[in-house]
């Protein structure tokens, strides 16, 4: 760990907003992925584009962006951030019945975009749950995480 204090609380444990404006901009990066695990019908479906909902993984991609953009109203105490790219992809597993999502979120400014990155990612893979959960329920979101982030006076970095 490298910080041992939490930033969005003040001298007497109040929540606040994190003042950056002393911060330098900088080039930020954050990469995050995750899964969601389903049925082999299900995949199937997905993978076909013949899903009752239509492609699957297209409208998923495009919610991703959607969803970062929005990251500063959805989380209370996050700054709203300029973005200057997202990419969120999508890969399928036929061996695990899983689709793996990648996003990575850029910007140029004085806080990072890791929970942009997050935010994104947890939108798509609950978009794909929403568009395919009339043929199965029980599919299973897992292993939302932080693989990377990059700028600011921390600097790099990578999850092991």
């Not at 695990?96 to 400014?109: D, L, P, S, Y």
């Not at 806080?111 to 959960?133: C, H, P, Q």
Request: charged share 20%; hydrophobic share 45%.
């Amino acid at each position: 760990m490298t910080n041992q204090t939490l930033t969005h609380f003040d001298s007497t444990g109040q929540a606040h907003m994190v003042d950056v404006g002393h911060k330098a901009e900088t080039a930020r990066v954050a990469r995050a992925a995750g899964s969601i695990f389903m049925q082999p019908a299900t995949l199937a479906l997905i993978r076909s584009g013949s899903a009752k909902k239509g492609d699957v993984i297209g409208i998923a991609r495009i919610a991703a962006i959607q969803a970062s953009k929005r990251t500063g109203e959805l989380i209370p105490l996050c700054h709203p951030i300029a973005l200057t790219r997202v990419a969120a992809d999508f890969v399928i597993d036929e061996a695990q019945n899983a689709v793996h999502c990648e996003v990575t979120a850029e910007c140029f400014g004085k806080t990072g975009v890791e929970m942009e990155a997050l935010t994104a990612l947890s939108v798509g893979l609950l978009t794909i749950y929403d568009m395919a959960k009339a043929v199965d329920r029980g599919m299973r979101i897992d292993n939302i995480r932080l693989l990377e982030k990059s700028g600011g006076k921390s600097g790099h970095w990578l999850a092991e």
